[in-house]
């Protein structure tokens, strides 16, 4: 379960159910660098639902501010580009044409050249009778293969048609990032309008209970709706680049006892039990002392 943050320093919190009389508890530390070697992408719905987001239904004439993906995607690609390798986000469409089965590339956009980029809908096919997201994610992972980081961005209004097609290639994908044939990766999906809350849930939640998550902590999907975000750094609070922070961290329960420290070095994802009971906890870092509640 997600708790809402204790500080502007923390990503996503996240605390899970009891288990033998301990829970377990995960503070995400919010992305501030560059990655040499990430590369992103941004996959845009594009099945006929999400014209009237485009004001694709209206006549040209009175299309004039009323296309509301254009300033998201712009803003989304301008935030994203600078922290990647090349300093570049991918977008395309997808839930394309019959079934809503095809692609349609944009191509490669900097955070400069974003502001101006054109997101009116899909050019060169039609708005999709479906919402498949498959073959979006099977071009990006074929794309992005030797990326060290890969972190992609599906926005969608709708329910997702092939959800059990979809976890079955994030499974794999998972494999392979456990066997090191793939490096990390995160898809983050991003829900507007009509977009099923339930089934995402799901999605977000499809590692817990394998091998791949309990074992090895494999957790690629984070899934939110739009409409619960505030700022633009939400879309990756719970991305782990693996990064070690310079400085100390310590982590203390409610009668200021330490429950973990980290001297040498603070890790994006601090992870650590606490008590079942437990309904806060404190947490010292950069020089701050502060209360993060557990419920």
């Known amino acids: 379960m997600s708790i809402a943050k204790g500080s502007p320093l923390f990503g996503k919190v996240n605390v899970y159910d009891p288990e033998g009389g301990t829970k ?8 501030e660098q560059r990655l040499e070697e990430m590369r992103a992408g941004i996959a845009i719905d594009g099945s006929a639902s999400m014209m009237k987001n485009f004001a694709a239904h209206l006549p040209p004439m009175f299309r004039k501010g009323q296309n509301m993906m254009e300033p998201v995607v712009r803003q989304l690609c301008g935030y994203i580009a600078p922290f990647t390798g090349d300093g570049t986000v991918l977008p395309i469409y997808w839930a394309l044409g019959t079934g809503g089965m095809d692609i349609e590339l944009i191509g490669s956009v900097t ?3 974003s502001e101006t980029m054109p997101v009116n809908g ?7 009778t479906g919402t498949k997201l498959v ?3 099977d071009y990006y992972l074929s794309e992005f293969r030797e990326a060290k980081w890969t972190v992609l961005l599906f926005i969608t209004d709708g329910m997702i048609e092939d959800l059990d097609a979809i976890k079955a290639l994030a499974l794999r994908a998972g494999k392979e990032i456990v066997a090191g044939t793939r490096k990390n990766c995160k898809f983050i999906v991003v829900g507007i309008g009509e977009a099923n ?3 995402m849930d799901e999605l977000d939640n499809m590692f817990d209970g394998t091998p791949e998550g ?36 310590r982590i203390l329960d409610e009668g200021g006892k330490e429950i973990k420290g980290f001297a040498d070095g603070i890790p994006q994802r601090m992870e650590f039990d606490v008590p079942a009971s437990a309904t806060s906890i404190v947490v010292e870092l950069a020089g701050e002392r502060i209360v993060q509640l557990l419920q």
């Open 197 to 199: 809350a339930e089934q």
């Open 24 to 31: 377990k508890v995960e503070i995400y530390i919010r992305l």
């Open 214 to 249: 309990d074992e090895h902590g494999i957790d690629l999907w984070d899934c939110k709706m739009a409409n619960e975000m505030n700022e633009l750094a939400e879309v990756w609070d719970e991305v782990d680049f693996g990064l070690t922070i310079p400085g100390a961290a």
């Open 111 to 113: 955070a400069a050249s």
């Open 122 to 128: 899909p050019v060169q096919k039609v708005w999709g």
């Open 135 to 137: 073959p979006a994610l």
